[in-house]
């Protein structure tokens, strides 16, 4: 048998960590390396934290799962959380990212569909986006290569350019549902929209009846600088996905909505068999015990602008690596003039950073939230360090 037990569906590399301490990580060798990568913006409280770790414990030794046909008093507490932290006025509990943007899609159907307007199905989505790997989700984005094998799509979503608001007008349609879209694009380079697309959606949708279904999974709980990135847009969206920080690493996604967007979500229209369990319940509560203030936010704002101008200074003298930097709060992207997996793979192996690549020739930086000065400090020495010698080796 030539196949390994674990389905060959990532590229692994030869990092094996068996424990985390904070904001670093320990590998099976013993050598530590600094995250910056916080599990693809996951980890948004390092790896050792105690109020989350205790809480998991707690809750472990109580009562993990139940089925959804029983009250939840647990999931009661955290959605009411939820809906006082944001627009939302329900919340549905999923168990990832791409579940939660399904939830979404099915929440921007039904909305239409409640109101016998079953032809108002489809979404206008934006190229470069993504937003998860089930069927559903990689049909909403435009990427091929996420294509590839698992066709025909599923149908019901229209591409058009990112942060191009004219486009965006001219696809609107009889079939049209709503948009969907990443107010920052993660996988597709760190990307922010402007300000004139995201109020731009805003004015369409309520011309025309439409929602606006944002994809917070990454953008979500804290990671730009306010609760979800929609705030710094002035906008409010109808339905939103979050998850990744929602659980700082324990699964736990969500799907936000006004109560006149879920009008057709009502019982029997979804379900989860573990979709908020008492222990991502207690999982989700313990990181907003931690987050939801504005003591943390401002951390977050005031390490973000920090990191960001060391980066700004940085690049400076790496004129044939580096382009610019971009992003919100501590979800920052380097755009490289080289390919940036060669150099992610540098830093790791060479230098023990641990950061991610992403679309547009990005070097993706989203550490957890908790770094300080310190932890800027020793990443940007290793970065440079990284930067000489890889820059050494492609002279040699």
Do not use: W
Request: aromatic share 8%.
């Amino acid at each position: 048998m030539s196949i390994t037990p674990l389905m060959p569906v990532y590229p692994r590399c030869d990092f094996r960590p068996v424990r985390g301490d904070h904001c670093h990580l320990i590998g099976e060798d013993g050598r530590r390396y600094l995250d910056f990568a916080a599990g693809i913006a996951v980890n948004i409280l390092g790896h050792s934290h105690a109020g989350l770790i205790g809480a998991i414990q707690r809750q472990a030794a109580t009562l993990m799962h139940v089925s959804n046909l029983y009250g939840s008093p647990q999931g009661e507490r955290l959605a009411q959380r939820l809906v006082d932290l944001t627009f939302a006025d329900t919340v549905f509990f999923t168990n990832s990212g791409a579940e939660a943007v399904e939830c979404a899609i099915k929440t921007a159907r039904a909305y239409h569909s409640h109101a016998g307007n079953d032809h108002k199905f489809e979404l206008i989505t934006f190229n470069n986006a993504f937003h998860g790997r089930t069927m559903g989700t990689i049909s909403a984005s435009s990427q091929e290569k996420m294509h590839h094998g698992f066709l025909p799509l599923l149908p019901g979503f229209k591409y058009v350019d990112f942060d191009d608001l004219a486009a965006a007008r001219a696809a609107i349609g009889p079939n049209t549902a709503g948009f969907l879209v990443e107010p920052v694009q993660g996988e597709g380079g760190i990307r922010p929209a402007s300000d004139e697309f995201m109020a731009g959606l805003r004015q369409l949708a309520d011309e025309h009846d439409l929602l606006v279904v944002l994809d917070e999974v990454q953008t979500g709980v804290c990671r730009t600088g306010t609760f979800y990135a929609y705030e710094q847009y002035g906008v409010t969206p109808d339905v939103v996905a979050t998850a990744k920080g929602l659980g700082g690493g324990f699964p736990l996604g969500a799907c936000l909505a006004t109560e006149k967007a879920a009008r057709g979500m009502v019982a029997g229209t979804h379900g989860s068999t573990y979709g908020g369990n008492p222990l991502a319940m207690a999982a989700g509560e313990a990181v907003l015990d931690a987050v939801a203030n504005e003591a943390f936010l401002e951390h977050v704002r005031l390490t973000g602008e920090r990191l960001r101008a060391r980066l700004e200074q940085f690049i400076g003298n790496y004129p044939a690596l580096f382009e610019l930097v971009r992003g919100r709060g501590l979800m920052l992207g380097v755009k490289m003039k080289v390919e940036p997996r060669a150099f992610v793979a540098h830093l790791r192996d060479n230098h023990q950073v641990l950061t991610v690549s992403s679309g547009d020739n990005t070097l993706r930086i989203v550490p957890p939230l908790v770094i300080d000065e310190a932890h800027i400090d020793e990443f940007m020495e290793r970065l440079s360090a990284a930067a000489d010698s890889y820059k050494a080796e492609a002279a040699a």
